[in-house]
């Protein structure tokens, strides 16, 4: 949790693209948070709410087990990113 906050913070002050280890373009406007936690590597999967802002929209968390990100994962995050675009 405390890596998760961290980087988060990174985000903040510096945007969403600081690159790996902490995080990774998708692609379609998402990106990845890289976190290291107790219970495995953790991901989230975020967008900003809009270009004007630097608010960012959690949009799906999970802890991974497979080397890539699996594309469920992307798949209802994309699906939660079209509904906040309505």
């Known amino acids: 949790m405390a ?17 790996k280890p902490h995080t990774q373009y998708l692609g379609s406007k998402l990106f ?4 290291k936690g107790r219970e495995g590597i953790g991901r989230s999967i975020f967008c900003y709410e809009d270009n004007k802002t630097k608010e960012i929209i959690i949009l799906r968390s999970f802890i ?3 080397q890539k990100t699996p594309k ?11 509904e906040l675009e309505k």
């Open 32 to 35: 990845e948070i890289r976190a």
């Open 3 to 19: 890596d998760f906050i961290k980087i988060v913070g990174l985000i903040e002050k510096y945007g969403a693209n600081l690159g």
């Open 64 to 66: 991974k087990k497979t």
């Open 72 to 82: 469920q994962e992307i798949t209802i995050a994309l699906k939660r990113q079209k």
